[in-house]
């Protein structure tokens, strides 16, 4: 047994010694059996792995066999694959929150499913304004609920190198980059991702931007999932 099992189930390999697969992945009185082909069949449906502490978590799993002398040794290769999970999830809520939605109910389901699927407190939509260097809030989920729009200036703000086309992703520090916002400082935020929103023919009509309160686990999740958004509302 390799270190693997320690950074994946909290066990010390040596505590594994001898005992049965079943500890670890509770599926495996299925892996015995053999499949058409020879060798062992994997169980039918998704496996589930299982922590030290009893947490369940999807497992992918890969099995082989070496025949020995008198035996044959099974060689199992696993991966925690929560996070694919995770952003499979995320992107069916949003896909599903916003599907039927137009006009400012669909900013509004946007911003509402952007905040649950990334476990944001805040997400808003933005559109400019005649006046450079501010934009106006046309959707605000703040604090479990929508707020009501305002407007202010981006000066200081992450938002205004989003405004200049780009995606920006902080995933964390971002009040120490940003020691001006006064957004980053109101949400409390220490991360961002904001993505501009472009009209056909490459105009910047405003942005949709989350922030967040505690570095993002999965920072690119987060990216993909505003680039989705940006093309559903633009």
């Known amino acids: 047994v390799n270190g693997a099992p320690q950074r994946l189930l909290g066990w010390d390999g040596r505590d594994l010694v001898g005992r049965k697969l079943a500890l670890?992945?509770?599926?495996?009185?299925?892996?015995?059996?053999?499949?058409?082909?020879?060798g062992s069949a994997m169980p039918e449906g998704e496996i589930h792995g299982l922590r030290r502490d009893g947490i369940a978590f999807p497992l992918g799993m890969a099995l082989s066999e070496v025949?020995?002398?008198?035996?044959?040794?099974?060689?199992?290769?696993?991966?925690?694959?929560?996070?694919?999970?995770?952003?499979?999830?995320?992107?069916?809520?949003?896909?599903?929150?916003?599907?039927?939605?137009?006009?400012?109910?669909?900013?509004?389901?946007?911003?509402?499913?952007?905040?649950?699927a990334l476990g944001a407190r805040h997400v808003l939509v933005a559109e400019t304004t005649d006046t450079p260097g501010t934009v106006r809030i046309v959707s605000l989920w703040s604090g479990g609920t929508h707020q009501a729009g305002r407007c202010y200036d981006t000066a200081g703000e992450p938002c205004a190198e989003v405004l200049g086309q780009r995606l920006r992703c902080f995933p964390s520090g971002l009040r120490e980059q940003y020691p001006r916002s006064r957004l980053a400082a109101e949400f409390q935020a220490e991360a961002y991702v904001g993505h501009p929103l472009q009209a056909a023919d490459g105009r910047v009509l405003g942005l949709v931007a989350l922030y967040a309160g505690a570095p993002l686990e999965q920072p690119e999740l987060a990216a993909s999932l505003l680039s989705l958004a940006a093309s559903r509302i633009s």
């Open 67 to 116: 025949r020995e002398q008198n035996a044959i040794r099974r060689i199992a290769l696993m991966r925690d694959l929560s996070r694919e999970r995770r952003a499979e999830r995320a992107m069916s809520g949003f896909i599903a929150g916003t599907s039927k939605a137009t006009g400012i109910a669909l900013l509004h389901a946007a911003t509402a499913s952007l905040a649950q």
């Open 24 to 38: 670890l992945v509770p599926q495996a009185s299925e892996l015995g059996r053999e499949s058409a082909g020879g």
